[in-house]
């Protein structure tokens, strides 16, 4: 990470750059002539200084239309680091992070959102670094009916809202396997569904194929009272195929929930999401954790680094990318904190009516190059001078 801590881009541009400069460069950063603000209540903004996290609000707006009314929809972000260190007793550091995140929820409820999304395996420490089984695997619980999904279905209910977290699962129908799985439970307080994560990392101290492998759900896409949703989870965001499929199956807003280091990946970070808000004309929401975990052993992943005990800093940096290829400015990259967006869902139509890319797509040519392309006998379409 940097020699120095910086808190956020936006902090710094705005420490150095003069008005009008830094106008400009949020015109050419951001995509919008002029930054919406949402104006959040005084309780939400309470409920943040009282449990110490950051909270900002933005919106996107729509052009109005003659046979449609706006379709607004408010979601919340919620980044977090870990509430107590890694050797204390499992039970008591997932009660320390829910009581971390249940305050934060409140906040988003405060500012009248529709749907609330965690950041990936927010209920433990992101213990995937360490291979060790032990214990770690102890976090894992099922989806439908563990004690998270109960605790957070009675907030759902109670605030109306639907609430998207990620977990590790344990899918004790199948043999106990375990899972790195996204839960969906509906403003009425149900389970809705779930989806497990499509592609796991082996990059660095990212172990993750240690504890679970690549899911088994497909792409699907979860139709709720505040439109169409889906989740696409941590190192799913680098494959364009993923967030394609999950746009070919109607999503207007698709979470990415994610746990993802400095260095490693913070030059793709702004990038990822907002190219594939574009590409596939819906809304995204980019989540990371915050922070530095320290684990009791020391690892090693092989990659000629010194042994360690240390994984992060996660950098945080959560923001909200719209169709039209506009964003929010981020959240901090080392602050827990609650991004509010208000989405009017109408953009995303009106962005394929303007753009055509998804009339101009070419996907029975696509299905017979993929085709070709996963046979044993595949040669690369490549043309050489004789």
């Known amino acids: 990470m940097s020699a120095f801590e910086l808190k956020s881009l936006d902090e710094c541009l705005e420490k150095h750059l003069p008005a009008e400069e830094l ?5 050419i950063l951001y995509g919008v002539e002029k930054e919406q603000t949402l104006e959040l209540p005084a309780s939400s903004l309470t409920t943040a200084k009282e449990n110490g996290f950051e909270i900002k609000g933005y919106r996107f707006t729509a052009r109005p239309e003659e046979l449609r009314k706006p379709r607004l929809v408010r979601v919340g972000a919620i980044q977090n680091s870990i509430a107590l260190p890694t050797t204390a007793p499992i039970a008591e550091q997932r009660e320390g992070i829910w009581k971390k995140v249940k305050a934060m929820i409140k906040a988003a409820a405060e500012a009248g959102c ?9 209920t433990m420490p992101f213990a995937f670094c360490t291979r060790e089984k032990f214990p770690w695997c102890e976090f894992a619980e099922e989806a439908e009916k563990g004690p998270t999904t109960k605790m957070l279905a009675e907030l759902a209910k109670a605030y109306n809202m639907v609430i998207i977290h990620s977990i590790l699962e344990r899918d004790v129908e199948h043999g106990e396997t375990i899972w790195n799985t996204a839960v969906v439970i509906s403003n009425s307080g149900r389970y809705l569904g779930k989806h497990r994560k499509n592609h796991i990392p082996r990059v660095g101290d990212f172990n993750e194929s240690t504890y679970y492998m690549e899911g088994n759900t497909g792409h699907p896409v979860f139709e709720t009272e505040f439109g169409k949703i889906a989740v ?3 190192y799913g965001r680098h494959h364009p195929q993923n967030w394609m499929m999950f746009g070919l199956n109607g999503a207007e807003i698709v979470f990415n929930p994610s746990a993802t280091i400095g260095r490693l990946s913070e030059p793709l970070w702004s990038i990822e999401a907002r190219n594939a808000a574009i590409a596939n004309s819906y809304f995204t929401v980019p989540i990371n954790r915050v922070g530095t975990e320290e684990f009791p052993n020391e690892y090693t992943s092989g990659d000629g680094q ?6 992060g800093p996660f950098y945080g940096s959560t923001y909200v990318a719209a169709p039209d290829g506009t964003r929010t400015p981020s959240l901090s990259r080392c602050q827990d904190g609650l991004l509010i967006t208000e989405l009017d869902l109408n953009l995303c139509r009106q962005v394929k009516d303007f753009w055509g890319f998804r009339q101009t797509q070419r996907l029975p040519l696509y299905a017979e190059s993929l085709k070709k392309a996963s046979e044993l006998d595949f040669k690369p379409q490549i043309i050489r001078e004789q």
Do not use: D, L, S
Not at 23 to 27: T, Y
Not at 306 to 311: C, L, R, W
């Open 23 to 27: 106008k400009e460069v949020k015109r």
């Open 306 to 311: 010194p042994a360690h005990k240390q994984f």
């Open 232 to 234: 696409n989870i941590c």
């Open 114 to 122: 529709n749907i609330v999304c965690t950041q990936e395996a927010w």
